[in-house]
């Protein structure tokens, strides 16, 4: 990451990778862009649960692979939940309505945003996922000034 301050945590569970998920939300508002990288099966949509699950959502979440946009409307706030996963082209995000999204007061996450790369614009935070053993090593960077506040806020906690 070329980001100057990064949070680095070991999460060793679905149960803990959630959790940051609440804790991450929990500093978090709108408008904002969260990145949510990492390979195939490392827990993006798991933190996007727990993250949902803080702003009160109690249904289900799958990752939006095949609608490739999930959008919810929790006590107010309005969140994207993006699976570029199967974006073949970074044209194709002007006919998701990218663009009107952006504008508005919404917080969105990103899984597989290089699919989007020179389309989208630079996220707030960077949050990267990998395997680490039978655990996941989580890495949160600032890419924008909002990020540095979110990220400070972060640092606080952990």
Request: glycine share 10%.
């Amino acid at each position: 990451m070329s980001e100057s301050r990064i949070l680095s945590l070991l999460l060793d569970d679905e149960a803990e990778q959630e959790a940051f998920g609440s804790q991450l939300a929990s500093v978090c508002d709108g408008p904002l862009l969260v990145y949510l990288e990492g390979d195939l099966g490392v827990g993006k949509t798991t933190l996007a649960r727990g993250f949902l699950r803080r702003f009160g959502h109690r249904g289900a979440v799958k990752s939006p692979t095949y609608t490739l946009v999930e959008p919810y409307d929790l006590n107010g706030r309005r969140v994207y939940h993006l699976d570029l996963y199967r974006v073949a082209d970074p044209g194709e995000l002007e006919y998701l309505g990218l663009r009107e999204m952006l504008a508005e007061d919404a917080l969105l996450l990103v899984e597989w945003p290089e699919r989007g790369a020179g389309w989208l614009p630079s996220p707030d935070l960077r949050v990267r996922i990998a395997y680490a053993g039978e655990g996941r090593r989580v890495e949160v960077g600032a890419a924008s000034p909002r990020g540095e506040k979110i990220l400070y806020f972060l640092l606080e906690l952990f």
